[in-house]
């Protein structure tokens, strides 16, 4: 079989997946193998993979690859989330370059251009992941829209309303007018702006004098029904039992005492606006005022806003202040920093807006999904700094507003049947809703008489239920795969959804199936550039996924993203480090092809020099292979890693290989060859869940293999016992070679020419590794002396000096003149350290670490310098 002389990264992807979906080898049905899930963070049916995905889920992959060789039943879970939001806004955009409204469509017509839509552009981002190499059970590929996950939503609404935990009410929302739907509190970005304080006159009715208010909003006055002032405040006993002109409408509106207002903040007076404020609605609700909606849907202004009405919110804002200037009313503008709260999705800024609409009680759902993670560790959260972050969310919720004045999700199971929104039913279908309605009232209601709510069910409302919906345990709780399957293992997400999905699915979880969604949550961190800018579109600081596994490999991107992203830290993301990557794979081709290239001398004994090569091979890879294991425990995924790239490229390349290369034109003996394969295998074994394409290649190529042979599916290594005090007495070896190497560069003597070694032993060296400094120097006898030699070139290791007798090709001369520039550097060096050392104001100020230090240095020095007077003396 012919090996080609450079790895090429598109070939083999392509051949490798292939390979792997058609032998379905991420295929997994319940057995007597113990199971290993997890199920995948759907990502928006909308989306594209970003830098994002492409960390969160290589690391999935790599967990899952690792499980699966390690014996268990693996089973990765893929998907998309139906994103209402997003999905209706890209539909919506569409019909508008038709020349459509979604006003001019009715519910269905704009649903069927939904799932139009979706069929034709959803799960581009799943097609994105098998390019990454994600091994995921793509049969079991499940979409929230999907007709069983439906059903488990309904299911799910019937059975918390019959507990009476879902009901309706008039509540403050928050209102996105470019989406025209409610968002949760959660789904609410406040951002820093800069804006206007505007201090406004409002007439005292009767009088000639005024009030002072200053407000952010003056376009809201149009819909103020009161002026607030606090009962001990003194500035304002004159307005007590007062009315107040609202400055433009002429309205009369009453003055109020509410202990609400800080006396110290502002005038001291405040506007209340009891449509839309919070705050505002709380002070109105409990003093009975008037409550006056001044904006439609799109954040326009309705017919109470007088002569404004149909104009843009900002635009009148502008256009009052000037009104209000003009009328005297204004009396001065300040600059004024503050937060405006704006929509996740769509980027506007909300309105705060009263709405009747369905809530989640969630008080008492909480309780179980703050035991597990807080109290009783049932649910680990890694890296735990994230439990402080929980904790605030779980202990400080509130009810949790589900519905969504979108066509495009599931549809609330609500059926009314009075004229008005108070008389209704909850069912999972029209049947079902008829004969409840009729029940209900006594009457015989027709189908024609029965209407289903409008509004659809929030998002997350169907992705909290995912562990479970996955494998139908909502709808059939006895099936085998949820039995099986359910609790899943590990989660693996981003901190930004903690509460929004992480949270959810805990709750969900015990409520409805008495356990825990899964037993581990990692949560990564962002992916940011090197200016620590979270990585976006609109910044233009992101790379295209697929550009980047075009030019450096699947494997080179998996690589180079992981060595980035330490455990639950945000990720500095560094395209050179992709660059890592494909070298990496390269170094492995190449080390891959030298030991193909070995001529096998049949008969042949095996060496010392191999035999001690082997044997502190195996102490090594075993010592890499319980340290991974103890970074996989911790999902330092990237430390392991970073210790098999050493192993590999150091350990492996750099010195196995070079240690058993044969000499030129000589053969490798079988033993040797046998243990050096044995030896690559197992580095793939290791490598292959990070880099899955490679070495499934390199592993064909060692020998023909079926199916059931497949690296995919190969047996994990296992720890076995090594001895340790072989690997501390090759850095020693190490040492000695390295010194040799280095003295054969520096003085330019050739490594054709034999040396001699001589030592003068201080401390204990193993001398079973002397047949392999022999070798790797190209030294012909090592022996051990009392007494320095003259005329020798020298080094140290540790306690004990090396010698190694002048070759005739040395020119003494530039020997002593270079050995004495190096030692009155070191005097130098010296000199400089004492005279730090002696001086009292910096030894007392000093921190002891730095003191230490210096102590160190002055030591090395005097060692070094030493060693040099003895170098000159010996020449």
Same mark, same amino acid.
């Given at each position: 079989?012919?090996?080609?002389?450079?790895?090429?990264?598109?070939?083999?992807?392509?051949?490798?997946?292939?390979?792997?979906?058609?032998?379905?080898?991420?295929?997994?049905?319940?057995?007597?193998?113990?199971?290993?899930?997890?199920?995948?963070?759907?990502?928006?049916?909308?989306?594209?993979?970003?830098?994002?995905?492409?960390?969160?889920?290589?690391?999935?992959?790599?967990?899952?690859?690792?499980?699966?060789?390690?014996?268990?039943?693996?089973?990765?879970?893929?998907?998309?989330?139906?994103?209402?939001?997003?999905?209706?806004?890209?539909?919506?955009?569409?019909?508008?370059?038709?020349?459509?409204?979604?006003?001019?469509?009715?519910?269905?017509?704009?649903?069927?251009?939904?799932?139009?839509?979706?069929?034709?552009?959803?799960?581009?981002?799943?097609?994105?992941?098998?390019?990454?190499?994600?091994?995921?059970?793509?049969?079991?590929?499940?979409?929230?829209?999907?007709?069983?996950?439906?059903?488990?939503?309904?299911?799910?609404?019937?059975?918390?309303?019959?507990?009476?935990?879902?009901?309706?009410?008039?509540?403050?929302?928050?209102?996105?007018? @470019?989406?025209?739907?409610?968002?949760?509190?959660?789904?609410?970005?406040?951002?820093?702006?800069?804006?206007?304080?505007?201090?406004?006159?409002?007439?005292?009715?009767?009088?000639?004098?005024?009030?002072?208010?200053?407000?952010?909003?003056?376009?809201?006055?149009?819909?103020?029904?009161?002026?607030?002032?606090?009962?001990?405040?003194?500035?304002?006993?004159?307005?007590?039992?007062?009315?107040?002109?609202?400055?433009?409408?002429?309205?009369?509106?009453?003055?109020?005492?509410?202990?609400?207002?800080?006396?110290?903040?502002?005038?001291?007076?405040?506007?209340?606006?009891?449509?839309?404020?919070?705050?505002?609605?709380?002070?109105?609700?409990?003093?009975?005022?008037?409550?006056?909606?001044?904006?439609?849907?799109?954040?326009?202004?309705?017919?109470?806003?007088?002569?404004?009405?149909?104009?843009?919110?900002?635009?009148?804002?502008?256009?009052?202040?000037?009104?209000?200037?003009?009328?005297?009313?204004?009396?001065?503008?300040?600059?004024?920093?503050?937060?405006?709260?704006?929509?996740?999705?769509?980027?506007?800024?909300?309105?705060?807006?009263?709405?009747?609409?369905?809530?989640?009680?969630?008080?008492?759902?909480?309780?179980?999904?703050?035991?597990?993670?807080?109290?009783?560790?049932?649910?680990?959260?890694?890296?735990?700094?994230?439990?402080?972050?929980?904790?605030?969310?779980?202990?400080?919720?509130?009810?949790?507003?589900?519905?969504?004045?979108?066509?495009?999700?599931?549809?609330?199971?609500?059926?009314?049947?009075?004229?008005?929104?108070?008389?209704?039913?909850?069912? @999972?279908?029209?049947?079902?809703?008829?004969?409840?309605?009729?029940?209900?009232?006594?009457?015989?209601?027709?189908?024609?008489?029965?209407?289903?709510?409008?509004?659809?069910?929030?998002?997350?409302?169907?992705?909290?239920?995912?562990?479970?919906?996955?494998?139908?345990?909502?709808?059939?709780?006895?099936?085998?795969?949820?039995?099986?399957?359910?609790?899943?293992?590990?989660?693996?997400?981003?901190?930004?959804?903690?509460?929004?999905?992480?949270?959810?699915?805990?709750?969900?979880?015990?409520?409805?199936?008495?356990?825990?969604?899964?037993?581990?949550?990692?949560?990564?961190?962002?992916?940011?550039?090197?200016?620590?800018?979270?990585?976006?579109?609109?910044?233009?600081?992101?790379?295209?996924?697929?550009?980047?596994?075009?030019?450096?490999?699947?494997?080179?991107?998996?690589?180079?993203?992981?060595?980035?992203?330490?455990?639950?830290?945000?990720?500095?993301?560094?395209?050179?480090?992709?660059?890592?990557?494909?070298?990496?794979?390269?170094?492995?081709?190449?080390?891959?092809?030298?030991?193909?290239?070995?001529?096998?001398?049949?008969?042949?004994?095996?060496?010392?020099?191999?035999?001690?090569?082997?044997?502190?091979?195996?102490?090594?890879?075993?010592?890499?292979?319980?340290?991974?294991?103890?970074?996989?425990?911790?999902?330092?995924?990237?430390?392991?890693?970073?210790?098999?790239?050493?192993?590999?490229?150091?350990?492996?390349?750099?010195?196995?290989?070079?240690?058993?290369?044969? @000499?030129?034109?000589?053969?490798?003996?079988?033993?040797?060859?046998?243990?050096?394969?044995?030896?690559?295998?197992?580095?793939?074994?290791?490598?292959?869940?990070?880099?899955?394409?490679?070495?499934?290649?390199?592993?064909?190529?060692?020998?023909?293999?079926?199916?059931?042979?497949?690296?995919?599916?190969?047996?994990?290594?296992?720890?076995?016992?090594?001895?340790?005090?072989?690997?501390?007495?090759?850095?020693?070896?190490?040492?000695?070679?390295?010194?040799?190497?280095?003295?054969?560069?520096?003085?330019?003597?050739?490594?054709?020419?034999?040396?001699?070694?001589?030592?003068?032993?201080?401390?204990?060296?193993?001398?079973?590794?002397?047949?392999?400094?022999?070798?790797?120097?190209?030294?012909?006898?090592?022996?051990?002396?009392?007494?320095?030699?003259?005329?020798?070139?020298?080094?140290?290791?540790?306690?004990?000096?090396?010698?190694?007798?002048?070759?005739?090709?040395?020119?003494?001369?530039?020997?002593?003149?270079?050995?004495?520039?190096?030692?009155?550097?070191?005097?130098?060096?010296?000199?400089?350290?004492?005279?730090?050392?002696?001086?009292?104001?910096?030894?007392?100020?000093?921190?002891?670490?730095?003191?230490?230090?210096?102590?160190?240095?002055?030591?090395?020095?005097?060692?070094?310098?030493?060693?040099?007077?003895?170098?000159?003396?010996?020449?």
């Amino acid at each position: 079989m012919d090996i080609p002389a450079k790895y090429n990264p598109k070939s083999v992807e392509e051949k490798w997946y292939t390979y792997w979906m058609e032998h379905n080898f991420f295929h997994s049905e319940p057995d007597e193998r113990e199971p290993y899930t997890i199920v995948i963070p759907p990502p928006n049916v909308t989306g594209v993979l970003h830098m994002g995905h492409m960390l969160n889920n290589t690391i999935q992959d790599v967990l899952i690859r690792r499980k699966r060789m390690q014996g268990y039943n693996a089973c990765w879970v893929p998907g998309t989330d139906h994103a209402s939001i997003a999905t209706e806004a890209k539909v919506v955009a569409k019909l508008k370059e038709e020349g459509i409204k979604k006003s001019d469509l009715t519910r269905e017509a704009f649903v069927e251009h939904a799932w139009e839509w979706t069929h034709k552009h959803g799960g581009m981002i799943l097609e994105q992941l098998k390019k990454l190499g994600a091994s995921c059970d793509w049969e079991r590929t499940k979409f929230t829209m999907d007709e069983d996950l439906n059903k488990s939503v309904v299911k799910v609404f019937l059975d918390l309303h019959k507990k009476g935990l879902i009901y309706k009410g008039y509540r403050m929302v928050n209102w996105d007018p @470019e989406a025209k739907t409610t968002l949760s509190d959660e789904e609410v970005i406040y951002v820093e702006q800069p804006g206007k304080l505007y201090y406004l006159r409002y007439p005292i009715e009767g009088s000639t004098e005024s009030v002072q208010i200053a407000t952010t909003r003056p376009e809201t006055i149009l819909g103020d029904t009161a002026i607030c002032v606090h009962p001990d405040d003194e500035r304002f006993n004159h307005l007590k039992g007062k009315r107040v002109i609202v400055p433009i409408v002429g309205r009369s509106i009453p003055v109020i005492e509410d202990d609400y207002v800080d006396m110290e903040f502002g005038t001291g007076s405040l506007k209340i606006t009891p449509a839309h404020d919070p705050n505002d609605k709380i002070i109105g609700e409990k003093h009975n005022l008037e409550v006056i909606d001044i904006f439609n849907d799109d954040a326009s202004l309705n017919e109470n806003a007088l002569h404004y009405e149909g104009k843009d919110r900002f635009v009148v804002r502008r256009e009052i202040v000037k009104e209000l200037d003009e009328k005297g009313f204004l009396i001065r503008t300040e600059d004024y920093t503050h937060k405006v709260g704006t929509s996740e999705r769509t980027k506007v800024v909300i309105e705060p807006k009263i709405s009747e609409q369905w809530f989640l009680k969630m008080e008492d759902l909480v309780k179980p999904a703050i035991h597990a993670v807080l109290e009783s560790e049932e649910v680990r959260l890694v890296p735990s700094k994230f439990d402080n972050t929980y904790r605030h969310w779980m202990e400080n919720i509130r009810d949790w507003n589900i519905s969504r004045q979108l066509y495009w999700g599931h549809r609330i199971p609500a059926y009314y049947y009075g004229n008005g929104t108070s008389d209704y039913v909850v069912a @999972e279908n029209m049947e079902q809703a008829l004969e409840l309605a009729r029940e209900k009232c006594g009457e015989d209601i027709k189908v024609s008489d029965l209407r289903q709510e409008e509004d659809t069910l929030d998002t997350w409302f169907s992705s909290w239920l995912w562990p479970i919906s996955v494998f139908n345990g909502i709808n059939d709780p006895e099936n085998e795969d949820f039995k099986y399957y359910y609790p899943t293992n590990d989660l693996v997400t981003g901190p930004d959804i903690l509460f929004f999905w992480v949270a959810r699915m805990i709750i969900a979880g015990y409520e409805f199936t008495g356990k825990k969604p899964f037993e581990n949550v990692y949560l990564t961190g962002l992916v940011r550039d090197k200016q620590r800018r979270k990585m976006s579109k609109s910044l233009g600081n992101s790379p295209d996924p697929e550009e980047l596994m075009e030019q450096y490999g699947s494997d080179g991107v998996r690589a180079g993203i992981l060595m980035s992203s330490a455990a639950g830290n945000d990720l500095l993301f560094d395209e050179s480090l992709m660059l890592q990557g494909r070298n990496f794979a390269n170094k492995i081709w190449n080390g891959f092809r030298l030991v193909k290239g070995w001529e096998l001398a049949e008969g042949a004994e095996q060496s010392e020099s191999n035999r001690m090569a082997i044997k502190w091979y195996k102490a090594k890879f075993q010592m890499t292979l319980q340290f991974i294991d103890q970074q996989f425990d911790q999902y330092r995924l990237s430390d392991a890693l970073t210790a098999i790239y050493k192993l590999v490229w150091e350990d492996f390349s750099s010195w196995y290989l070079e240690m058993v290369k044969p @000499e030129f034109g000589k053969g490798i003996d079988p033993a040797t060859l046998a243990d050096t394969i044995n030896f690559f295998e197992d580095n793939l074994r290791i490598l292959h869940p990070f880099m899955p394409f490679i070495t499934e290649e390199i592993w064909h190529y060692f020998k023909e293999r079926d199916v059931n042979e497949a690296l995919i599916v190969s047996d994990y290594p296992k720890d076995e016992a090594y001895d340790p005090q072989v690997l501390k007495d090759f850095e020693v070896i190490k040492e000695i070679i390295s010194a040799v190497r280095n003295l054969r560069k520096e003085k330019n003597i050739s490594f054709k020419e034999s040396l001699d070694l001589s030592m003068i032993k201080k401390e204990a060296v193993n001398e079973d590794f002397f047949a392999m400094i022999k070798k790797l120097c190209n030294i012909s006898h090592i022996e051990e002396i009392d007494q320095k030699l003259e005329k020798a070139l020298t080094f140290r290791v540790g306690s004990n000096e090396f010698f190694i007798p002048f070759a005739e090709s040395i020119d003494v001369e530039a020997e002593i003149k270079k050995i004495q520039e190096e030692l009155d550097y070191n005097k130098g060096f010296l000199l400089s350290v004492q005279k730090k050392l002696n001086n009292e104001r910096f030894v007392n100020n000093a921190p002891e670490k730095v003191i230490l230090m210096e102590r160190k240095k002055e030591a090395d020095t005097l060692a070094k310098i030493a060693m040099l007077e003895d170098s000159l003396k010996s020449i």
